[in-house]
Structures are given as structure tokens and as C-alpha cells.
């Protein structure tokens, strides 16, 4: 356990950071998971209603460095291309 006063904030801080980005990352999958529904269905525009959202999901967990940006901007390119060949 921490004994110094700062070192106790950031176990704090890594407690409440670590939950937060679990929600991110549970949300951003579910996200995920509709949009590639909406593609195996041939449903384009559910799919590109689902696009900006999920990019924008992805985005953020790059910012905030949830994940590493080449991997959300790869993933954003996959879901697009899949979606533009509808």
C-alpha cells in the first residue's frame, strides 16, 4: 500500500482511471458489435448511422490513450472500407 501522501492521490486516481476506461473500452466494443451486425446484414444505412458514432468512440480512446491511435485509425479504415463495398 502507498505510504506517501501523493503516491495514495494517484492510487486513487489509477482506481477512477482505470474504471473509466473499462466503460470506454465496453462501450466502444458494443459499438463495434452493431456496426458489424448492420454490415453482415447488408444494412448500409444502419452502418453508416453507426460509423460516426463509432468513430468518434474510437477517437476518444486514442486521445486518451486507451488505445494506441494506429489502432483505432486502422479499425475506423477497416469498418469504412467494409461499409463503402456494400
Partial sequence: MANH???KKRARQTIVRTARNVQ????TRNALKAIRSA???N?????TGLLAKTQ?????LAKHGVIKPNA??????RLASQ???L
Fill in 5 to 7: 501522501k501523493s503516491a
Fill in 24 to 27: 470506454r473500452k465496453s462501450a
Fill in 39 to 41: 454490415i453482415e446484414s
Fill in 43 to 47: 444494412d448500409k444505412a444502419t452502418a
Fill in 56 to 60: 468518434k468512440l474510437l477517437a476518444r
Fill in 72 to 77: 483505432a485509425a486502422r479499425k475506423t479504415s
Fill in 83 to 85: 461499409i463503402n463495398n
